[in-house]
């Protein structure tokens, strides 16, 4: 999401997605290890093609996801509302 997209919602909202969206390092962690060591034997196999291509598209999401909750975070920031995160 970007930032035009969460300007638009309201605080109820905001919390409920902030809530949805935790970080949750070691299981990114791992999920990306297990993506590059697919990665890794299907170039030892000769697998290049659409196989490739799965675990490539899935590492780019999870490197994405902390830039999104990042700017969740500086929405809820600039709304004062992280006060409200922590307390739960």
Known sequence: MNAEKLQKLSDEQLLEL????????I???FFIGF???ILIYGA?????GFTMLIPLFLIYLFLKKPKQQQAI????????????INKE
């Open 18 to 25: 902030a809530a949805k969206s935790k970080p949750r390092p």
């Open 27 to 29: 299981f990114d962690a």
């Open 35 to 37: 993506l590059v060591g």
């Open 44 to 48: 030892a196999a000769n697998a290049w």
């Open 73 to 84: 975070q500086n929405e809820l920031k600039r709304r004062k509302l992280n006060e409200t």
